[in-house]
């Protein structure tokens, strides 16, 4: 009943910048924290950044001062701007979404991931 869909993987050189955004859809009561993960080649799937419904963001040390997540409630949309790249940034992203959705005349709760985008860094 909720799908996640990312936009905006892509190559960049070291030093560069991506946007990537996540919307949710689907029959969605309402959307409590959203987030990105990631997971390098070969190893597990790390967290990246969470933004709560209102704006309280938390991020990981390796990416503080360099990505920037944030969303638009009124889009169920959530973006993580990503500056000053590096080659250990190179990982498939992952959206990740805390959702409360209608369900018949229950209103119930599941956490979704989105399908995955490959951010790659080159040197």
């Known amino acids: 009943q909720v799908r996640l869909v990312e936009s905006g993987g892509g190559l960049v050189q070291a030093g560069g910048s991506l946007r990537l955004s996540c919307a949710a859809s689907?029959?969605?009561?309402?959307?409590?924290?959203m987030g990105w993960f990631r997971q390098p080649p070969g190893k597990q799937r790390e967290l990246v950044a969470t933004?709560?419904?209102?704006?309280?963001?938390n991020y990981a040390d390796s990416v503080k001062g360099r990505f920037t997540i944030s969303r638009d409630n009124a889009k169920n949309t959530v973006y993580l701007q990503m500056n000053s790249l590096k080659p250990d940034d190179t990982a498939v992203y992952y959206c990740?979404?805390?959702?409360?959705?209608?369900?018949?005349?229950?209103?119930?709760?599941?956490?979704?991931w989105g399908q995955g985008t490959l951010v790659t860094v080159s040197s």
């Open positions: 990740n979404s805390q959702v409360r959705f209608v369900s018949g005349p229950r209103v119930e709760y599941v956490e979704v």
């Open positions: 933004v709560t419904s209102g704006g309280n963001t």
């Open positions: 689907g029959s969605i009561f309402s959307i409590n924290a």
